[in-house]
């Protein structure tokens, strides 16, 4: 056997080794939104939910509950339901099933049930996801869009016509609010001092396995910070946290930034998930978008 079958070959035998002495898992993510325009979607208006109690429930084809899990949503709206085995999720759905700290006024009423669904199968792993649970408060926002379909009355020969209502002049523009302007930093505007007071609902104190989830825990640890991992460099690991943490802070200080909150964590989840080189590709992805453009350039302000 020539060196490159028999380094194939070792490769190999290191791989199934590694795959007989895995614990076999389940995962099931999702998130929670306050539905505040009680539209029944996601919508601009929205914000995650976090402290809410989401439940868990599998039935059998006779609709009998076979089995139920509770969790909490962490501080982005986020929930991670692990199972120590690879039970039967066909028929399970999750549900809203009770208010938390952080659902002051939108505790109202819980939004519909979500089926749960497979994402991929791996080895001895399988990930489900859910889609968006929503939560809403007893009325809707005043700052709500209105149906722009209004119903027509029918016409009343009795009724006098109304003379033309009086239209005020349109108002002056108003001044731009930074979070809807488009801004793109790279870390080391993040990391300096006089940008600190910038950071929003991420602090540099943070652990990163509570900001990405048990998938960041298991690569990076439970006692690495955010702030330690702004000044990673040279490992394909280290530079993806680093990027995917600059992106974090980016979509919480615009709008417009090209990655909302959530989708960094998909993104770096799914990374953290594939081989190195899909590592390297989100890594310069998110290095793209951090950059900005011609269009897109940092917009933070010095601390007074």
């Known amino acids: 056997m020539d060196f490159p079958n028999t380094l194939l070959f070792t490769y190999f035998l290191i791989l199934s080794a590694a795959i007989d002495g895995a614990h076999a898992y389940a995962m099931v993510t999702g998130s929670v939104f306050c539905d505040q325009c009680k539209d029944g979607q996601r919508s601009l208006f929205d914000y995650p939910l976090s402290g809410v109690k989401v439940t868990m429930a599998c039935a059998n084809s006779n609709g009998q509950i076979t089995m139920t899990r ?7 709206g986020s929930y991670a339901i692990r199972f120590d085995d690879i039970p039967d999720l066909t028929g399970c759905y999750a549900q ?16 519909p049930a979500q089926s749960v669904r497979l994402m991929f199968r791996m080895f001895d792993m399988e990930m489900y996801a859910v889609d968006s ?30 003379p033309p209502s009086f239209r005020l002049p349109p108002l002056p523009p ?13 870390h080391e505007k993040w990391t300096a001092p006089e940008y600190k007071c910038r950071w929003k609902v991420v602090n540099p104190d943070m652990k990163v396995a509570v900001v990405f989830g048990p998938l960041a825990a298991e690569k990076y640890g439970t006692d690495m ?3 330690e991992g702004l000044q990673g460099r040279g490992d394909p690991y280290r530079t993806l946290l680093r990027e995917a943490i ?43 978008a951090n950059s900005g453009s011609p269009n897109l350039t940092c917009k933070l302000t ?3």
């Open 96 to 111: 809203v099933s009770g208010s938390g700290e952080g659902s002051t006024g939108c505790s109202a009423a819980a939004g």
């Open 246 to 288: 600059t992106s974090l802070l980016n979509s919480y200080n615009s709008l417009l930034f090209p990655y909302h909150t959530l989708s960094v964590i998909q993104h770096m989840s799914l990374a953290l998930m594939g081989s190195q080189q899909n590592v390297l590709l989100t890594a310069l992805r998110f290095r793209r």
């Open 174 to 186: 108003a001044p731009p609010v930074p979070f809807l302007e488009a801004s793109a930093c790279s």
């Open 70 to 76: 509770e969790e909490t949503t962490n501080w982005f």
């Open 225 to 227: 910070t955010v702030w």
């Open 302 to 304: 010095p601390c007074k």
């Open 133 to 162: 649970l929503l939560s809403q408060p007893a009325q809707p926002m005043s700052f709500c869009p209105r149906s722009s379909t209004p119903v027509p009355s029918p016409p009343s020969p009795s009724t006098p016509t109304r």
